[in-house]
């Protein structure tokens, strides 16, 4: 290897990175590295260099630089979080595998079996296309939070190379632009907040809606060039008067004001339906002291230089964020009547608060010591143990999805421990926190010493104590308010089992019913083995496995008729068969219009809580008696029933049906109105099945119509007609219940 290094040397020439507009060259690194971490292996780090630039020379950026200028720019990025030589060494060599011909083989070889658990671990994450349908998105978010989960030093090298992907996004076609951008403010910038690199998140954020909405970014910008000297005068003055108040009581201290990030200002706008002129707090504060109670005393004096603004001050020192971050929040009415973001924290909480997780490396063990790996990374494992009780990846996916942008409430345990949950939360989320047996049998709560229902939802600084009873069990019911990630999955994971063994008892006495009808008897069927072999037959693995198909609906217990029963046996009960067929036939899915997946013959109905009609986008969920129920893909009754009884189904356009769709009207209330109607609904090939109108006052009527449509967009049609019709102010379509 040394050989390969000297050689590469010469060929390289100029040891040069570009990160944006900052030239990086590699001996840079070399000396940042040994700066705070004076043991670290800089052979290592060096010879990942040469090897990265040897597999890399000759391939150019879309920018047309060499490649060199990547790798080298995402690895000077990990040097200045002071990441391990481990770390930096991945960021020179993570394209590698991907982009190049070496193989992970070599790679291990070369630099052992960390490093190249590393790049295999980035190398999997850069693989992964979030811009998909909803389930490989979901399913791919699954793979990434696997890779993390094994050594976090895989997320911070994907951060820092997401970072440097965003500084020069610019050659980029514009398609790709948005993408990348809408990517790095969906997944990247909340994972780089999760783990507290804030100042990693807002440049991300603050890159990332560049490109996604550059005209608000162009107009914020403007905004904020225009008003930059009167807000550097407003920002002196009020540094000065903090200063001086703050000397008073000889305390010493480092105060900053630092302008707010576009996208904050923008997500403010937005959140708080306020114009540019109406946020008055653009610059914030930071006063950085010696330790706690200096924290304290200058909140005291801020207090009672300007009045807090009530609802607006956060105890983060006294309960830290998940991720360990830690600072006193307040606002107050500064001068001139202008609000002031002001944050107080100690030296110690400041490092935190900009390097986050990277603060705690320990480099004498290569790795996060134990207490931070507590705080931080077990979340990450939290996610991989939720996603084994899931067998629907957009479940594991939207429950990750609250976890990464929570709204945090701070309560206590009865013995006074910090709990941490995203707003909204209830008593069972903070049961399902403490045990999932806690969780199950929870009936109630006592918060701050008073009975509240399970409905409830928690305020920062409540105590509060779950009460339990053995005989109380998980309801479906509590999906509808449960926040957290972990409760959602153990209540559905206990109610799939628990409909599982409901369903594998159906599935048994109705094969039983259906055996008894030819003088046999399901015990000696099932002891003779017979029952497992029709299971494996339709790969199933076990006799349960086929009851619980028959209980859901998927299988006719006659099934079992057909495989044990004789031809000559069977064909002694044609009749009875005939009668049963015609029976089927006149609840065909081909009169239905709607094609079942797997299945042929099996009666088929329509949701009325969503209405699909030809057109619409449709999924089926199997009923028990009532064969499949066709929903709108998108209902919310859907998506909170059974995801294993959820099956393909498909518009017949070889058997086209007209449907029935609810219309409610807002019309003038005048003569022939009624006439006009229902001559705009006869003109558009449409029917009035039913309808029903009532007057409001003298000037406004309501109606609710009927009508027969062949699909959506002769509904839409329809809909646009009435629009257009005299008299009539306001159309919309209901679900027919």
């Known amino acids: 290897m040394e050989q390969k290094v000297s050689t590469s040397a010469q060929q390289i020439g100029s040891n040069v990175s570009q990160t944006g507009k900052t030239i990086v060259r590699f001996g840079e690194i070399q000396d940042l590295v040994k700066s705070y971490y004076p043991d670290a292996d800089l052979d290592l780090i060096r010879a990942a260099y040469v090897y ?16 060199l200028v990547h790798p080298v720019a995402v690895s000077m990025i990990l040097a200045q979080m002071k990441l391990d030589e481990a770390s930096v060494a991945t960021g020179l060599l993570h394209d590698t595998v991907e982009d190049t011909l070496a193989t992970l083989e070599e790679i291990e070889r070369f630099f052992g079996k960390e490093i190249a658990a590393l790049v295999d671990g980035v190398t999997k994450i850069s693989k992964i296309e979030f811009q998909s349908k909803e389930e490989r998105q979901a399913e791919n978010f699954r793979k990434m939070i696997l890779a993390m989960s094994r050594d976090i030093r895989v997320l911070m090298v994907k951060l820092a190379d997401r970072l440097h992907n965003m500084r020069t996004l610019g050659p980029m076609p514009p398609d790709a632009q948005v993408r990348i951008a809408r990517e790095t403010l969906d997944i990247y910038a909340p994972l780089a907040a999760r783990l507290g690199i804030y100042w990693m998140r807002t440049e991300l954020e603050d890159l990332a809606f560049r490109y996604v909405n550059p005209e608000r970014y162009s107009t914020i910008a403007r905004r904020l060039e ?19 108040k703050i000397e008073q009581y000889n305390i010493k201290g480092t105060i900053k004001g630092r302008n707010k990030e576009i996208f904050s200002i923008h997500q403010k706008m937005i959140t708080q339906h306020l114009d540019f002129d109406q946020i008055h707090d653009l610059t914030a504060f930071r006063i950085i002291l010696n330790n706690v109670s200096e924290c304290y005393a200058v909140l005291g004096l801020i207090h009672s230089l300007w009045r807090p603004v009530p609802g607006r001050f956060k105890d983060y020192i006294a309960m830290p964020k998940s991720n360990g971050y830690q600072s006193l929040h307040t606002t107050v009415i500064g001068p001139e009547g202008l609000r002031i973001e002001i944050q107080i924290r100690s030296t110690e909480m400041d490092l935190i608060a900009e390097e986050g997780i990277a603060a705690h490396w320990s480099y004498k063990e290569g790795r996060i010591p134990e207490a931070e790996d507590a705080k931080v990374v077990n979340w990450l494992r939290q ?6 009780d899931l067998d629907d990846p957009r479940e594991f996916f939207e429950n990750v999805r609250v976890d990464l942008y929570p709204d945090e409430v701070y309560v206590f345990t009865p013995k006074g421990e910090v709990r941490e949950f995203p707003k909204g939360a209830t008593p069972l989320d903070f049961a399902y926190a403490i045990h999932t047996e806690v969780g199950h049998r929870c009936v109630g709560a006592r918060i701050n010493g008073k009975m509240v229902s399970l409905k409830y939802q928690l305020r920062t600084g409540d105590s509060v104590e779950i009460i339990t009873s053995v005989h109380q069990k998980p309801s479906k019911d509590w999906l509808k308010f449960v926040k957290t990630g972990r409760a959602k999955t153990k209540i559905r994971h206990y109610v799939l089992t628990e409909e599982r063994e409901r369903s594998i008892q159906i599935g048994r006495e109705s094969t039983d019913r259906e055996l008894r009808k030819w003088r046999m008897e399901i015990s000696r069927v099932e ?58 036939k006149n609840h065909s899915t081909a009169k239905s219009g709607v094609r079942v997946q797997g299945l042929t013959d ?40 059974d995801v294993r009884r959820v099956i393909d189904v498909t518009w017949d356009e070889d058997q086209p049906i007209r449907r029935t769709a ?39 009527a309501e109606g609710v119509f009927v009508v027969s449509v062949k699909n959506v967009d002769h509904l839409n049609s329809l809909m646009n007609a009435l629009r257009t019709t005299r008299g009539v102010k306001k159309v919309d379509r209901l679900a027919i219940m």
């Open 383 to 388: 996610m991989m143990e939720w996603q084994q």
């Open 662 to 700: 609810k219309l409610a009207l807002q019309v003038e209330n005048r003569m022939g109105m009624l006439a006009a109607v229902s001559g705009t609904i006869s003109s558009n090939d449409s029917d009035i099945v039913q309808a029903n109108i009532k007057n409001v006052n003298d000037n406004y």
């Open 52 to 67: 990265s630039a040897q597999v890399h020379l000759g391939q150019t950026r879309r920018s047309g630089e060499p490649y």
């Open 527 to 584: 002891r003779e083995g017979e029952i497992l072999k029709i299971a494996q037959e339709f790969s199933f693995k076990t006799e349960a496995d086929l009851y619980a198909a028959i209980g859901y609906g998927r299988i006719s217990p006659k099934v079992i008729i057909t495989k044990l029963v004789p031809p000559a046996e069977r064909e002694k009960a044609k009749a009875s068969l005939v009668e049963e067929k015609q029976i089927k």
């Open 226 to 244: 225009e008003s930059l000297k009167q807000r550097e005068e407003y920002a002196n003055n009020v540094l000065r008067i903090i200063t001086e």
């Open 602 to 641: 099996v009666m088929v109905t329509f949701a009325k809580c969503c209405n699909p009609l030809p057109g619409d986008s449709i999924r089926g969920f199997i009923t028990r008696g009532r064969g499949v129920t066709v929903h709108n893909q998108d209902c919310p009754n859907l998506a909170r029933t």
